[in-house]
């Protein structure tokens, strides 16, 4: 934005100098070349020279009436809209304190120079500043005021929000500043940002809502450059800090080195909270953003903050069951999956996330969310999968704990539950793991046969793209052509079985 005002600002003074410059010339040239003394008041009549400079103090006065209009106008009513912090970045920015002062300085010397011009006394190279000062200011006011419009810009504030961050925790890291006061100043930047998305989903600007979410996913990833720079100092936190958190909660903070993680962590929470019921993308986004923090501290080995991501991910989950929001728990469950699917070599992590699939789903289902159940299945059903593929050690736990997750209540049979569990068997018999899809079969040994074929026949039939437009949109029922064999397999043996089991009591009664 600097670089666009004083581009500007050079063509402006470029094309005035051309402009004027060229006017000069002709007339000049066309009035037989008259040299300077010809051409000057000075000596003849000092009063002319008052009144050339009279209109321009009027000029200036005019122009810093209007400067200062246009911001104590705009500055305060769009910090209200977004955050006070806009009022203390505007007065600290260098290029409004030039302007200013420039402005207000040019006309104050406008002012003194018409006052010591006297009968017999013509300050030349005052007045020539004077009258340079004031083509400057022209020159100037166009490209500052599109400055001052572009200053505005809130994506523009979440960006100088997300570098002054960047910049005081590179200070820090590097010893040039103290680690305790920029603390305090870091943890105020980030309270901004969050207060900026929160307005933001106030007013219904989605696209700022999504820019600031994305900006404090990237502080994140920033810090962790510096983290082991940082010196103890930085660490240490207290309930001013964290209004709320117990002594227990901040010690955990301390030991965890996760303050700048929760800091931001939090701010992404309240959004997530006011979003569930304003902007469904924006929920959307910040799952999207919690689960590529998340990769980024596995991928960097730092387990704090992963647990952190994983623990967000439960209150995301938390928060959207009790909103009843369906879409916000498919969206979570589905992005928490995705987490899933890069932790296979976190065996223990990953079945700690199978058993808070299956803590939620039973959750979602006392809130009388039957839906969101059974798209646990079919996650669940995946992490699986790809356990099994990536010979996890304890696949066979999360196997377990997948058809602990019910497919039917009382006679009320689930048959997106049914189809995950139908899904997950032909997988295990399609990789020769027999007495795993056994568990399997015996887990939907109580489901009717014509259920089961019903069911086979439409997974079977199921297209590849969903018939709606989803945030995953591939089909959860779709099967690829290689694995509908082992499918129609499965499920022949499960109908065999169930009759048999059915026809056993007939026989021996």
Not at 408 to 437: P, R
Request: hydrophobic fraction near 50%; charge should be neutral.
């Amino acid at each position: 934005m600097r670089r666009a005002f004083v581009s500007s600002l050079f063509l402006a003074l470029a094309g005035f100098t051309l402009l004027f410059g060229l006017e000069f010339f002709l007339e000049w040239r066309g009035a037989g070349y008259p040299g300077f003394g010809d051409m000057s008041w000075a000596g003849e009549n000092n009063s002319k020279l008052a009144d050339v400079l009279s209109p321009m103090a009027r000029a200036y006065n005019n122009v810093l009436a209007m400067l200062l209009a246009t911001i104590g106008l705009a500055i305060p009513l769009t910090a209200n809209m977004h955050t006070p912090k806009l009022i203390d970045l505007f007065l600290r920015d260098r290029i409004n304190r030039v302007v200013l002062s420039f402005m207000a300085l040019g006309a104050a010397h406008v002012l003194f120079v018409t006052y010591i011009i006297g009968p017999r006394f013509a300050p030349m190279w005052s007045i020539r500043l004077a009258v340079l000062a004031a083509l400057l200011g022209w020159a100037v006011l166009i490209p500052y005021f599109f400055y001052v419009v572009r200053f505005l810009d809130p994506s523009r504030i979440v960006r100088r929000l997300s570098d002054e961050v960047t910049t005081l925790v590179v200070k820090v890291a590097s010893k040039h500043a103290d680690p305790v006061s920029t603390q305090e100043l870091v943890a105020a930047r980030v309270d901004q940002l969050g207060t900026i998305v929160l307005k933001s989903l106030d007013r219904g600007d989605r696209g700022i809502a999504r820019e600031g979410i994305w900006a404090l996913k990237q502080l994140i990833d920033q810090h962790a450059t510096w983290k082991a720079s940082l010196p103890r100092a930085w660490y240490r936190v207290d309930r001013a800090d964290f209004v709320g958190l117990s002594a227990e909660a901040l010690d955990m903070i301390i030991d965890e080195r996760t303050w700048f993680e929760m800091k931001c962590g939090l701010q992404l929470n309240l959004a997530y909270q006011a979003a569930l019921h304003k902007a469904s993308d924006a929920v959307s986004s910040i799952s999207d953003a919690n689960r590529a923090i998340a990769l980024r501290a596995a991928n960097r080995g730092d387990t704090e903050a992963l647990q952190l991501g994983v623990r967000f991910f439960n209150n995301y989950l938390r928060e959207a069951i009790k909103a009843r929001n369906v879409h916000a728990v498919y969206d979570v469950f589905h992005q928490y999956r995705l987490l899933a699917k890069d932790l296979v070599d976190r065996p223990k992590l990953l079945a700690q996330i199978a058993k808070h699939f299956v803590y939620y789903a039973a959750m979602a289902r006392q809130y009388g969310l039957v839906f969101a159940p059974q798209l646990a299945v079919f996650d669940l059903g995946y992490m699986v999968r790809r356990a099994y593929e990536a010979k996890v050690e304890n696949a066979g736990a999360l196997l377990t704990t997948t058809l602990k997750l019910p497919h039917h209540t009382a006679a009320d049979v689930h048959s997106l539950a049914v189809k995950a569990k139908l899904i997950l068997g032909a997988f295990l018999l399609g990789n020769k793991l027999v007495a795993e899809a056994a568990q399997v079969r015996d887990n939907l040994a109580d489901v009717d046969p014509a259920e089961i074929e019903h069911a086979c026949a439409e997974l079977l039939a199921a297209d590849r793209v969903f018939f709606e437009v989803t945030d995953h949109q591939i089909n959860l029922e779709y099967v690829p052509p290689e694995r509908r064999a082992p499918l129609e397999q499965f499920c022949a043996e499960l109908v065999a079985t169930c009759r048999a089991a059915a026809a056993a009591p007939e026989a021996s009664g």
